[in-house]
């Protein structure tokens, strides 16, 4: 094998089974496992590389405009209204630049010490059907990315953002934008399968990914209230199958017990079911909660509404990374005297700084957390940094040193 992995113990996580600290790879012999860790880290603090691999033109307005896609909704209409070669000569202008070396450096410099890249199936091209249009390349550009977050010894949690035949209905993250849900049948199921088992064996076998320690399995898929019958179909099905395909890729590697990569599911509180009742094992498993306060209408829309629910919220266990999460707050008020933030008025980077902080103590009772997203540009006629870190930390929001919530937080 080449690149060996840390790829379990990464965390203060599931208790007993694990260590309190981030596991990184030696770089000694390339042809052994091993592991050195990161020490006196127990929680994951990072953020989403959103909209690197799958562009979401609502928080990359310009970017999109830029790409010749402005007339389009997603990854897939713009494909198909540029043409295959056109596009893919736009994308990987964007894939090229729009997070860079430096980045990694900042994200570093922050007190970040973990990213999650979200891409699609159809990095794996063979996978892609001559009916369908995604953007061809992208892969050369997730392997000098990866590397570069080994380089600045980062973590990376490993996303399937966007599955085949789409995950969840009118949703530009899932690349192609559905009135209806087509990842659940068994040929989805199985491209699926194959994107992530491939994605095991490189993970393993290349040493930029040597940092990679996470996989998760599927994002935001359909929830059980919606649509019962196929979140059940997935619960039973394609949660067990690829967590079987992944662990046989890797023991046909010749992975060790200590250096498989942790399994990522969405979280019981997603509302697609138990994702762990049909699984043939839980070792090493993690689970993903996305909790965003702007979306809760159970929460009173006022500053002292928001702080409270946050204050009050336990997400779980130490195995649960809340891996999506802003400071943004409702549709209805975020323009209002109370929340807007045009211009950067004192008072209210002093209270999203408390409305972080909070968050991110809030999330530190279970296994950590990983902001939504990095950066973005041009949002609702305005630099929203309520979802742009990077920006939030330039405007003094978001404070230099991710671990300092906890002296911050009015919780």
């Known amino acids: 094998m080449l690149s060996a992995h840390f790829m379990t113990a990464v965390l203060a996580f599931a208790s007993a089974r694990i260590a309190h600290c981030i596991p990184l790879e030696g770089k000694g012999d390339l042809t052994q496992h091993s592991r050195r860790w990161l020490p006196n880290v127990d929680k994951i603090r990072g953020v989403n590389l959103g909209s690197q691999f799958i562009v979401e033109s609502w928080m990359a307005y310009d970017e999109w405009n830029s790409m010749g896609c402005g007339s389009t909704n997603d990854e897939w209409q713009c494909v198909q209204a540029l043409g295959q070669d056109a596009a893919d000569a736009a994308f990987k202008k964007h894939w ?17 010490n973990t990213v999650r890249i979200p891409v699609g199936f159809w990095l794996r091209e063979d996978l892609v059907y001559d009916s369908e249009y995604y953007p061809r390349g992208g892969l050369e550009y997730l392997d000098r990315l990866v590397g570069w977050c080994a380089d600045a010894g980062i973590y990376v949690i490993m996303d399937l953002h966007g599955g085949p035949g789409s995950q969840t209905p009118n949703q530009q993250f899932t690349g192609h934008s559905v009135s209806y849900p087509g990842f659940y049948t068994q040929e989805n199921y199985e491209r699926a399968n194959k994107f992530l088992e491939w994605m095991a064996e490189r993970i393993h076998t290349n040493n930029n990914y040597r940092t990679v320690g996470t996989l998760e399995v599927i994002n935001e898929p359909v929830s059980a209230s919606d649509y019962s019958s196929l979140a059940a179909d997935m619960i039973a099905n394609f949660y067990p199958t690829a967590w079987t395909r992944i662990r046989s890729r890797e023991d046909k590697l010749g992975v060790s017990l200590s250096n498989r990569l942790h399994i990522q599911m969405m979280d019981k509180a997603w509302g697609s079911g138990d994702p762990s009742s049909h699984l043939p094992d839980t070792t090493s498993a993690l689970y993903d909660d996305h909790r965003y306060y702007k979306w809760d209408t159970s929460v009173t829309t006022t500053k002292d509404g928001y702080i409270a629910a946050v204050c009050s919220d336990d997400r779980g266990g130490s195995d649960i990374i809340v891996g999506e999460w802003s400071i943004a707050v409702a ?3 975020q323009s209002n005297d109370e929340f807007q933030i045009q211009d950067n008025p004192e008072d209210q980077v002093a209270w999203y700084r408390q409305y972080w902080a909070a968050q991110a103590q809030a999330f530190e009772k279970s296994g950590g957390w990983v902001f ?3 950066k973005c540009n041009w949002m609702g006629g305005l630099n929203d940094w309520r979802w742009c870190y990077q920006s939030a930390v330039a405007a003094g929001v978001i404070p230099g040193d991710a671990a300092s919530a906890a002296s911050i937080s009015p919780c």
């Open 96 to 112: 090229d630049s729009w997070t860079t070396q430096d980045d990694i450096t900042q994200i570093k410099s922050l007190g970040l």
């Open 331 to 333: 549709d209805s008020v």
């Open 372 to 374: 939504w997203a990095w």
